[in-house]
């Protein structure tokens, strides 16, 4: 949250970014998505009880962890 906080403010705070100036030819210089036969392209995914059971085991703990820290 706090990048999200300082990433907001220099947004507001800077009239440029150089790092977006240069995004331009970054991007000019990068092989097309589109012709890049090889690729294999997600177009959607399925919940699986294995990765619901993973999120909420880390939602858990990272929950847990908050709550022992705020307890302090």
Known sequence: ???CLLHNYIRNE???DP???GLDEY???QPDAD???NTDVVDSLDTTVEW???RDYMALNMFND???VAAV
């Open 27 to 29: 991007m000019s210089n």
């Open 52 to 54: 619901t059971a993973k």
């Open 66 to 68: 908050w709550s022992h």
């Open 14 to 16: 800077m009239l440029f």
């Open 1 to 3: 949250m706090g990048c």
């Open 19 to 21: 790092l977006e100036g």
């Open 35 to 37: 012709s890049n036969t």
